[in-house]
């Protein structure tokens, strides 16, 4: 089903609708996707997953949901009719009533599709071809790794309908080429994974041309390698450098989740359910941003209630200032509604959530463009060194490489989890197994002292709020620079 | 019409009689699922929120899996075929022809066997999805009243029935019931109880996981000792089902150790290494009736039978689909899915309540922050774990907040290490000696 037919049938569904107030998502998602492995196809697949979801509120705002995965004006109208009864049901046992809805603005919008390349530009076959020939890439360049590759590309269509006469259509296409590399040595087995992201077969394009993520594989497959020669670091307090990729993951797991206005009663960021703005959570010249990005992996123009996606400085110049809000709880939680519900599909119920959040610190430090990333780490050590930013005495870590994070943000603990670390105090620039980054969000925050390198904000995860899989996206500069902190800890060995 | 049924046509004549040559089908093989959902949940101690209202789905999906005349195969996930997003079969079968790839080990379609009977279905669950649903209500209703006034509860109730279809060119055709039934509660977002299976949750089952839920809240509202250096750590069955899944599940995935992407090699298994203590046993087993992993048949036509990965510390196999047992040179094995049907035992469990009455100096550990970003291959784990409960003296005394540090490998292979049974989750607790701070 196309955009099209996606609308149509939306209009259709409220045309002759004796519903309740609903809001109506319908989604058509394809996808193709394939994995090699050690030269040879694992999985070649094609997809689709569509259908229905419908979200129903009785007068006093008491909801029921329901949903089916047909796209069919009659199923559309079964489901119509289930969410309402659920609705009603729910009102019977007193259930938590919620009207901010009927606030909403009515909206009618279609996103442009931010693509270049439509998603059957290649055959499934010339991907085939085009993927084994970067994966074969790999392997002779290095055989004694075993390498994964993998490729995906989605076409996930959305139309969303309300009863006020809202109808928002919009495409997120997304593709994904990822490399793997497992490695061996002293008896012990280490991997690696990078990432490049985009929203159409381009991707592959590019890499063909630059070997970018090719470059990158190598380059951390034999980083894994020192990895696995390395021993343990003493546990303890140090000062840190942490690259993008674990910016986007302090940002998102220690920062992001814990404005989200559905969060705000158990929030260490709330107060009495209300956000504290106002508060200095970081030093003077700290900015955090979050919102859609074009062409990113967690571009969403609007949100799937049905609103507009807003980008929103959740803290300027070190000051919290706003929340990420959806409609039902943005006022609640004392924040504006920033269109920030996002759903994993059809099926499921929306919550606020990020896109893209960015980590930026004013004083930013310029490093040279390195042809490698051992040249790149040197770099860092030389102008930290330089601009008197390095402790030569004692440990100063660089952090490789995300791993995921997780966060309790009611207590504000956060773990982040690296490939490895490196540390700078020394010349010869020596590799430590990795361990447990962990701490309290407010102190992570205000160790943050500077950027180094350029904006990157491409760090792509997924992010698995209340056990819904969303695209979520992000970074910082190149590097950030945490002081040390008695709050914020490495794991490791007993120090 | 069923998907089953308009796949098993498609597929049916494909390979009798093809409207192309080219999309001709040598053998096929198929799994759908037909699945009614219900669930209910509180937010923030408030039934029915707009973030977790009653809610319902209904949907068939499934995998085609089709080897063409050429000998190429195509894999797709295929979806409910009313509707306008519905594709004419010959159009399907161009779009999965394009899909087409060279997998020469991927090619059996096994004939079929004996199927066991296994309990995989709930009567009662059924009867919630047709309609008589007040039993849920009712225990939404229940965890509300009970819960401790000063907490903030977060719950979720969900049922689910349907049918499961297997279907293959060599003949196998099996159509069953399946049901399941999962319960999750938290106080504070801090400490949580649930229950999970194919059956609807016992008076007895929900009266004691309250209480024991209850008691560690209780625990919490203190602060506990610091922990010493002769402190033992006690993984809770909750937490060793992470570690599980973290570090066993995909070591023991047939392809990975076959690839070189496993931390055992296939040379560990011909020598049959003990890599694990000489008490401790790792199954599969699908046939125990009204688990999560339990079933009658794997979506690739394989009859559910227990496995045994690991006997008296001692690798036995892997897990091993239809594929990677033609590569290894042996026979598919009963698969889990996630950590269920996979369980651990030790020869020598002692059951939890005698053995925490002997604990001197401990801390239980009842979740672990970071446990999914931690590196599968190496066994080793680096994690915090807030809100963890010391024990002294045999009891539960109160809170404090650690970081662990070890190897889980190692945990399972040393001799220090006591399993211990738990009575109301399938996994055990585990005592062991490994790195252990203050966070």
């Not at chain 1, 951390?220 to 670091?233: N, S, T, W």
């Not at chain 1, 430090?365 to 060194?385: D, F, G, M, N, T």
Request: net charge negative; with cysteine.
């Amino acid at each position: 089903m196309n955009q099209n037919e996606l609308r149509e049938l939306v209009d259709q569904l409220f045309k002759e609708s004796q519903n309740e107030y609903c809001i109506v998502r319908l989604e058509s998602r394809r996808e193709w996707g394939m994995r090699l492995s050690n030269g040879r196809f694992e999985r070649v697949s094609s997809g689709w997953d569509s259908g229905i979801g419908v979200q129903a509120f009785t007068q006093e705002g008491a909801s029921g949901f329901a949903s089916a995965d047909v796209l069919s004006l009659e199923v559309g109208r079964q489901v119509m009719q289930r969410a309402t009864s659920l609705a009603e049901r729910n009102a019977q046992i007193g259930a938590e009533c919620n009207r901010e809805i009927l606030k909403a603005p009515r909206i009618e919008e279609d996103a442009e599709d931010p693509r270049v390349f439509p998603f059957e530009h290649f055959s499934l076959a010339e991907l085939q071809t085009k993927v084994l020939g970067l994966h074969q890439r790999l392997l002779e360049r290095n055989p004694k790794i075993s390498w994964q590759t993998s490729y995906r590309q989605v076409e996930d269509l959305w139309c969303i309908g309300r009863s006020d006469g809202t109808r928002v259509s919009f495409v997120i296409p997304r593709a994904l080429l990822m490399h793997q590399g497992t490695v061996r040595e002293n008896e012990r087995a280490q991997s690696t994974l990078v990432q490049r992201s985009g929203v159409d077969v381009g991707i592959l394009q590019l890499e063909q041309e630059d070997a970018f993520l090719e470059t990158k594989a190598l380059e951390r497959a034999e980083f894994a390698k020192a990895v696995c020669r390395a021993p343990q670091l003493p546990s303890g307090h140090y000062p840190l450098v942490i690259d993008y990729g674990l910016a986007k993951g302090l940002a998102h797991e220690a920062f992001g989740h814990a404005v989200e206005s559905d969060h705000m009663k158990e929030s260490v960021l709330g107060e009495k359910g209300k956000l504290k703005k106002g508060l200095k959570v970081a030093r003077s010249g700290v900015q955090i941003i979050d919102g859609p990005l074009v062409g990113d992996w967690a571009y969403q123009p609007y949100s799937a209630n049905g609103l507009k996606r807003e980008t929103v400085q959740i803290v300027k110049d070190g000051v919290l200032l706003a929340g990420l809000g959806d409609i039902f709880s943005a006022e609640e939680a004392g924040m504006e509604v920033t269109g920030a519900g996002r759903a994993e599909s059809y099926g499921y119920i929306p919550l606020p959530r990020m896109t893209n959040i960015r980590l930026i610190v004013d004083q930013a430090i310029p490093i040279p463009q390195a042809p490698s990333l051992r040249e790149e780490i040197r770099q860092v050590r030389e102008v930290l060194k330089e601009k008197g930013e390095l402790r030569e005495e004692g440990k100063h870590l660089l952090l490789l490489g995300y791993r995921g994070g997780q966060v309790n943000p009611k207590t504000g603990d956060f773990v982040f989890q690296c490939d490895g670390m490196i540390d700078l105090a020394d010349p010869n620039l020596p590799v430590y197994q990795p361990s447990i980054f962990s701490g309290k969000i407010l102190s992570a925050l205000q160790a943050i002292r500077a950027g180094l390198g350029q904006g990157c904000y491409d760090a792509i995860g997924t992010c698995g709020k209340s056990g819904q899989a969303v695209p979520s996206s992000g970074g910082s500069h190149r590097y950030l620079l945490l002081e040390q902190d008695e709050q914020v800890s490495l794991g490791g060995e007993q120090g | 019409m069923k998907l089953i049924a308009h796949l098993e046509e498609l597929l049916y004549k494909a390979q009798t009689s093809p409207v192309q040559l080219k999309l001709k089908v040598r053998d096929w093989r198929i799994v759908v699922h037909e699945t009614q959902l219900t669930s209910l949940g509180i937010k923030d101690s408030a039934p029915g929120s707009v973030y977790t209202p009653p809610s319902y789905h209904q949907g068939e999906s499934g995998e085609v899996v089709i080897i063409w005349e050429d000998g190429r195969l195509s894999r797709a996930n295929v979806q409910a075929v009313s509707g306008k997003n519905a594709q004419s079969g010959q159009e399907q079968l161009q779009e999965w022809y394009q899909a087409a790839y060279e997998d020469p080990d991927g090619r059996e379609i096994p004939a079929p066997e004996a199927i066991p009977l296994v309990a995989v279905e709930d009567r009662a669950v059924q009867k919630i999805l047709a309609g008589e649903d007040e039993i849920l209500f009712e225990q939404l209703s229940r965890l509300l009243k009970d819960r401790p006034e000063q907490a903030e509860m977060q719950a979720s109730i969900q049922a689910a029935w349907g049918y499961r279809h297997v279907r293959n060119s060599k003949g196998l055709a099996v159509s069953y019931q399946e049901s399941q039934y999962a319960l999750s509660y938290s106080f504070d977002s801090l400490v949580g109880g649930g229950f999970a299976k194919r059956r609807l949750i016992s008076e007895e089952e929900w009266v004691k996981t309250w209480q024991q839920t209850l008691a560690y809240y209780q625990a919490m509202q203190q602060e506990g000792a610091p922990i010493g250096p002769q402190t033992t750590v006690v993984f809770s069955p909750g937490v060793v089902d992470s570690f599980l899944g973290q570090f066993i599940v995909p070591n023991f995935v047939g392809q990975s150790i076959l690839e070189g992407q496993s931390a055992y090699r296939v040379e560990h298994f011909e020598k049959q290494e003990q890599v694990f203590n000489e008490g401790l046993t790792l199954v599969v087993d699908p046939l125990r009736p009204f688990e999560l992993g339990s079933y009658l048949v794997t979506s690739e036509g394989i009859a559910a039978e227990r496995t045994i990965l690991v006997q008296k510390g001692v690798l036995k196999t892997p897990f091993l689909r239809v594929k990677d047992a033609h590569r290894w040179g042996g026979k598919p094995t009963a698969l889990p899915q996630g950590t269920s049907g996979l369980y651990l035992k030790h020869d020598q469990e002692g059951s939890w309540p005698e053995v925490l009455v002997g604990i001197e100096d401990g801390i239980l550990i009842l979740s672990v922050l970071g446990m999914h970003t931690q590196n599968s291959t190496a066994g080793e784990y680096s994690l915090s774990a807030p809100q963890s409960l010391r024990i002294h003296n045999g009891k539960i005394v109160g809170k404090t907040d650690v970081k662990l540090s070890g190897n889980f490998f190692k945990d399972l292979k040393s001799p220090d290490t006591r399993f211990t049974k738990s009575e109301l989750e399938t996994k055990p607790y585990l005592l062991v000696k490994t790195g252990l701070q203050t966070l």
